[in-house]
């Protein structure tokens, strides 16, 4: 993977400097460390850097058509690349290197805006057709690559600067960070961030699935900016999935998809290593791995200090199976203290799960080790209902079979009492299950956070938030999900939110990338999406045993305690590395003095909680909600320190840690509003 960045004049054609892509390449560094590519034209800028996977010696960037017409920058990697490459030859196309990137002008020569909908990969692209005068920035289906845009009219123009992090925007100086409540709020719903806000007012998140298609017209002419879809989840209408009477076809149907898309994710010019946990995922990306290639990949393993956490004995069960030597990375309190910055400044959002820091560590040893591409098992338990909550609101569901169909009211009262809910947070959860288009599998737990913005919030953040809808703002699709299997439902809220918003962003490329490490997700193949979105939802939880399907295909590759080992959540300790030790930049971040300055909390109920959480039961939901609560009020303190005002604590900021220059040069501001270049 690489990262791209971008200026566009949307009205004039004044010059891009070149010290202006330079230093917004430079702010994304480390996401290519092996090359930087530049195109200058008039009225824009494209910049690049390359971590270099695919064609090594003739991968560079931008990448042209034969006329230089059409150009494009591009993060990520196209696996079906190679038959996308013979087509293009017999339909006339010359293609003059090895590498994936070189795909993307011919294919819109070929198949405009179709072209997307047809790959299988992962990918953020920019590309410039000037015989269109047409500029296309778009995002693979799912959202495993990043990309983020803003407008700005700063130096005299209309500017729309987009980049594959937001430090590469704020690096040009075009923009000026503030916050969005709107981003934060996200957190405090659903621990993620989806989008299209981005925590910074202005930034926004392109969607999944979507592009944006900028037109300009003559010069002094407003363009054009529109978004829009190329692709969707969907499921068939419930009663008409995909039945399979033969369980063993079913079985063997589904090995045959994941082999193949493990296969494809091997595809490179350098060496593969895997992740490797306890569990039946990612255990059975690397037995496949290892089928394929003849040996098994080199594996990563985590090691939680805690040993309720600890999987790596697990592990162990399966690198001997595998004749693997993994390499063990441990991670406990004092690591997650000494690094939980630097985590902030690499996902560039607040972050409450602490296991993010030890796959940042664990990216690193990748990294130390020499390789730059590692397979992961994310996307199982999306696909095939894998969290414990599933199972949960499977029980609701057999409840209110029982009770005619429909929950008992008090029940659901009682769920939220036990988290403490007031009646404005009850009548809230309740207007998020409805704009979900009823309740689905992760809402309640959703509720945990939902429920510490009433305990939390100041009155200005409660009152700037008011008319925000967190549902309706990522745009669902309420017409089809009510025609889903509930099982379904859920599926779809995971794909929609947790997996582009936690999964892949805060756990994923952001803390990957931080270390130069490219991810691959077999599991996030378009055939293997296509195929259990297809199939009877039965065999993805069938009782209370979740990801069925993949557990009977895990037999056949795995000792049968590890294909059927319950799940376990990976996580790192929660709480004791600022709770219970009160170091000083805590007390400082979370003293009445900074709430105030930030004015997202209300410092009283902050300091309130931190003294009483520990007393609260838990057998009820509150301890672990307020609890949660207060770690979401911590990593959003230190965001704002971090990226909007340094001065909440004895700390530094993102520039430092980043290592990105705070002034720009005279000469950067001269040329950038400067005389527009003349344009025929």
Not at 34 to 39: A, I, N, T, V
Not at 551 to 579: H, I, N, Q, T, Y
């Amino acid at each position: 993977m690489c990262g791209i960045f971008g200026i566009i004049d949307l009205k004039s054609r004044r010059s891009v400097p070149l010290s202006v892509l330079k230093r917004a390449a430079d702010a994304m560094l480390h996401r290519g460390p092996d090359e930087d590519g530049y195109l200058q034209r008039p009225g824009f800028g494209f910049a690049s850097r390359r971590l270099s996977i695919v064609g090594l010696a003739d991968g560079q960037q931008p990448v042209f058509n034969e006329d230089k017409s059409i150009a494009a920058v591009f993060n990520g990697e196209i696996f079906d690349h190679d038959d996308w490459r013979q087509q293009l030859r017999s339909l006339g196309h010359t293609l003059t290197t090895h590498c994936d990137t070189e795909l993307f002008p011919h294919m819109w020569e070929q198949y405009g805006e179709d072209m997307f909908e047809k790959f299988n990969g992962q990918f953020a692209v920019a590309l410039f057709d000037e015989r269109k005068q047409k500029f296309i920035l778009a995002r693979d289906r799912f959202g495993i690559c990043p990309l983020y845009w803003t407008r700005t009219t700063r130096f005299g123009t209309d500017w729309l600067v987009f980049g594959s992090e937001i430090k590469t925007i704020l690096a040009t100086g075009l923009v000026e960070p503030r916050p969005d409540p709107r981003g934060i709020d996200a957190l405090f719903n659903y621990l993620a961030i989806p989008g299209p806000a981005s925590c910074f007012e202005g930034i926004n998140i392109l969607p999944p699935g979507k592009f944006l298609t900028i037109s300009r017209g003559r010069v002094g002419e407003e363009s054009t900016i529109d978004e829009r879809t190329y692709w969707r989840m969907d499921f068939p209408d419930m009663g008409k999935e995909t039945r399979f009477a033969d369980e063993e076809k079913l079985v063997n149907d589904f090995e045959r998809v994941l082999y193949d898309a493990v296969k494809r994710r091997l595809r490179a010019d350098v060496p593969v290593a895997s992740y490797l946990s306890g569990g039946v995922d990612s255990s059975t990306v690397v037995a496949m791995a290892k089928d394929i290639l003849g040996a098994a990949p080199t594996t990563f393993t985590v090691k939680i200090r805690d040993p309720k956490l600890d999987e790596t004995e697990q592990a162990a069960i399966i690198s001997k199976h595998l004749s693997a030597d993994p390499y063990v990375v441990a991670c406990g309190s004092e690591e997650i203290v000494s690094n939980y910055q630097r985590l902030l400044v690499a996902t560039e959002a607040p972050v409450t799960d602490t296991s993010c820091t030890a796959l940042m560590m664990l990216a690193a040893k990748v990294k130390d080790t020499g390789f730059k591409v590692a397979l992961t098992g994310e996307g199982s338990d999306e696909w095939l209902a894998g969290y414990p909550w599933y199972k949960f609101q499977r029980i609701i569901e057999m409840m209110g079979s029982v009770s005619g169909g429909k929950l008992p009211p008090k029940m659901t009262r009682y769920f939220h009492r036990w988290l403490g809910c007031d009646d404005d947070a009850v009548a809230y959860l309740d207007k998020c299950a409805e704009s979900a288009g009823g309740m689905h599998a992760f809402q309640r737990f959703y509720d945990l956070l939902g429920a510490s913005r009433f305990r939390f919030y100041s009155p200005g953040m409660m009152s700037g938030l008011s008319s925000h809808d967190p549902y309706l703002s990522i745009d669902p699709d309420a017409g089809r999900s009510a025609k889903w299997h509930p099982v379904n439902r859920s599926v779809y809220w995971a794909g929609k939110i947790h997996l582009p918003g936690q999964l892949l962003s805060l756990k994923g490329d952001r803390i990957a990338m931080s270390q130069s490490v490219e991810m691959r997700y077999p599991f996030l193949d378009n055939n293997v999406f296509d195929f259990l979105a297809g199939i009877d939802p039965k065999w993805k939880l069938k009782g209370l045993t979740e990801k069925y399907l993949l557990r009977r295909v895990a037999e056949k590759w795995l000792p049968k305690s590890v294909a059927w080992r319950p799940k376990g959540m990976f996580r790192a300790p929660l709480d004791g590395f600022f709770l219970e030790q009160r170091l000083p930049y805590v007390d400082e971040l979370l003293s009445d003095e900074s709430i105030k300055k930030a004015g997202y909390f209300d410092p009283k109920a902050v300091a309130k909680w931190r003294n009483e959480y520990k007393d609260l039961s838990w057998w009820g939901y509150q301890r672990q909600s307020g609890e949660l609560g207060l770690v979401a009020v911590l990593a959003t303190q230190l965001w704002h320190h971090t990226y909007i005002d340094p001065t909440l604590a004895n700390l530094p900021d993102w520039r430092s840690i980043a290592g990105v220059p705070s002034e720009w040069s005279d000469l950067d501001f001269a040329e950038m509003s400067g005389v527009e270049e003349s344009v025929a």
